[in-house]
């Protein structure tokens, strides 16, 4: 039997961690955001994580870790915007519950980055990147996902949601969308 599990799945910064916690509260769910359960389980932050033992290593500690919080039912899982380049965890998440693509435009998601130096995989040869280097980066990192992050059963375009009431109307839709997939 299916689980009502959702994952929410996106690009960095395309709003998942953000809207995790509302949807789970609006529904009466607990929820789930991967990087802080990787951070609780490992005693450090992303980044000092990738810093020290390498991106293979964290990956490996995100797969154990999707695959612990996701033996419960009315759940909402914030992934990492890595999580399902590995084509296990992929698997595991089309068979164990239902994605939620979060989609961002490149212009979006570098709006919102480009200040940001917590994101260890936009980091190039160890600096952080200048402002055109970094657009070139994440639409590359976009180019690559994309294809992966469209076999969500659920996509919401966060670009077309304005500003103001952003959050609460992005919930909302995606509560229409749970209650229509159900």
Excluded: C
């Amino acid at each position: 039997m299916h689980k009502n599990i959702y994952y929410l799945t996106g690009f960095m910064a395309a709003g998942k961690s953000t809207i995790a916690p509302i949807l789970a509260n609006t529904l009466g769910w607990q929820y789930y955001d991967i990087d802080r359960e990787i951070e609780k389980k490992a005693g450090k932050k992303i980044v000092e994580l990738f810093n020290e033992k390498g991106e293979s290593y964290f990956r490996k500690i995100e797969s154990e870790t999707l695959f612990d919080i996701s033996n419960s039912d009315n759940t909402i899982i914030s992934l990492g915007g890595g999580t399902l380049l590995n084509p296990d965890n992929l698997k595991f998440v089309l068979q164990n519950g239902k994605l939620i693509y979060l989609k961002s435009s490149v212009n979006s998601i570098f709006k919102r980055l480009k200040n940001k130096r917590d994101r260890p995989s936009l980091f190039i040869n160890g600096e952080f990147p200048d402002d055109e280097s970094l657009f070139n980066k994440i639409q590359q990192m976009m180019n690559e996902r994309n294809k992966i992050y469209e076999k969500a059963e659920i996509e919401i375009d966060t670009d077309k949601v304005r500003v103001g009431n952003s959050v609460d109307i992005l919930a909302k839709k995606i509560i229409q969308n749970i209650s229509h997939h159900k």
